[in-house]
């Protein structure tokens, strides 16, 4: 139970963190998505968060619970991204033949979280797609071909999954490419756990420190979603504008957080990798807030 409370806790540090530029924190909205909403969201994540410390639940299962719950609470998506990134680690942190050390078969960090993904299976997969159902999120259109396994389909998929025997960590490769957050789970969660330390050597109020990590991540990649809804040449340029931002000091990057916000620029699989920091960093580094 511990466990599930320190995930639900990172969701709630994660937006309050301030400035992030682009993102809902505690000083911004959106014209369509608030503060309060993000907050509601991880109240109502709650009880698939705990699913995923259940060994006899799927993977797959508790993150669809986690974001029925999540929507039905915020009434829209706030935080479907980042339960994703949570999923392996929680379950990995509550698995007795894992750690978020490394389970001893490996040499990194991610080797537990590796472990989980590919112990994953088609049913698992099965809830990934019917936790579409639940809220609108935002992706691509499916590659040429790949029709009936778009996500957007929800259960109408699942056949398809069945027939092709895709299991979840396969439906994440097919992806890796284009999405950050399935990235994560085919590298083994390499720049969360790299995050996640960064976290831990900052000093301060943990938002704090998340918001520097955000920013810092921000300026080494461009963010896939950023890239999804306005397109690969916006996405690079945010990448750009934040590392002129870290250089430019407090006030720079206080004006670049306003502008992407006044331009609609969300740069939400950035805010996703660093929730799944801020577990790894209370869960496995003592950070505490």
């Known amino acids: 139970m511990q466990t599930a409370a320190t995930a639900q ?5 994660e937006v309050t963190a301030t400035p992030k530029p682009g993102n809902v924190d505690r000083e911004r909205d959106h014209d369509d998505l608030r503060f309060e909403q993000f907050m509601a969201g991880a109240v109502g994540a709650r009880d698939g968060l705990v699913a995923m410390t259940d060994p006899s639940i799927g993977v797959g299962e508790a993150f669809e619970r986690a974001v029925a719950g999540m929507g039905e609470r915020a009434e829209r998506n706030t935080q479907f991204g980042a339960l994703l990134v949570l999923a392996p680690l929680v379950r990995a942190a509550a698995r007795e033949d894992c750690t978020l050390d490394g389970d001893g078969d490996g040499d990194g960090d991610g080797d537990g979280v590796e472990r989980v993904v590919a112990d994953t299976t088609v049913a698992d997969a099965a809830g990934f797609y019917r936790a579409f ?8 259109d499916p590659p040429e071909g790949m029709e009936p396994l778009d996500v957007r389909r929800g259960a109408d998929a699942v056949p398809a999954l069945r027939e092709r025997e895709l299991t979840l960590s396969e439906v994440m490769e097919r992806s890796a490419d284009r ?18 330390r960064a976290i831990a050597d900052l000093d301060g109020p943990v938002p704090d420190r998340a918001a520097e990590v955000f920013l810092e991540l921000l300026s080494r990649e ?21 590392q002129e931002a870290r250089e430019g000091g407090p006030e720079l990057v206080r004006a670049f957080a306003e502008s992407l916000v006044a331009e609609g620029v969300n740069p939400g699989t950035t805010a996703d990798l660093v929730a799944g920091a801020l577990f790894v960093a209370m869960e496995r580094d003592g950070v505490t807030p």
Do not use: N
Not at 133 to 140: F, G, I, P, Y
Not at 180 to 186: K, L, P, Q, T
């Open 9 to 13: 806790l990172a969701l709630l540090l």
């Open 133 to 140: 159902e639940h809220v609108d999120v935002a992706v691509r």
């Open 179 to 196: 999405d950050g957050v399935a990235r994560e789970w085919v590298d083994g969660h390499e720049r969360v756990f790299r995050a996640a």
């Open 222 to 242: 461009p963010d896939t979603f950023v890239a999804d809804t306005h397109g690969t040449g916006t996405a690079h340029s945010v990448m750009v504008r934040a």
